[in-house]
């Protein structure tokens, strides 16, 4: 590649103080949820695991929300 050219490449914006004081830090992935899920390990039947990944994705989510009914009603 040559060399810099002002000439050139003029279209991208002086980086002096007022610049860089306007940046900010990106965040990356997704946004912090307010009541975040707990990562644990459970040992399940295999036929129970089959069962429940064959509903496709989102069985995770699923069981969650089956859960968290089953504790709302007081069944578990």
Known sequence: MANFDP????????MDAAFMAGMKPSRRGRPKLDVPKVE???RLD?????????SGPG??????????NLVATGQI
């Open 7 to 14: 000439e050139i490449h003029d279209d991208n914006p002086p």
């Open 59 to 68: 069985w995770q989510t699923r069981v969650n929300a089956l859960l968290g």
């Open 46 to 54: 295999a036929k129970t695991v089959e069962h429940l990944r064959s």
């Open 40 to 42: 644990v390990k459970i």
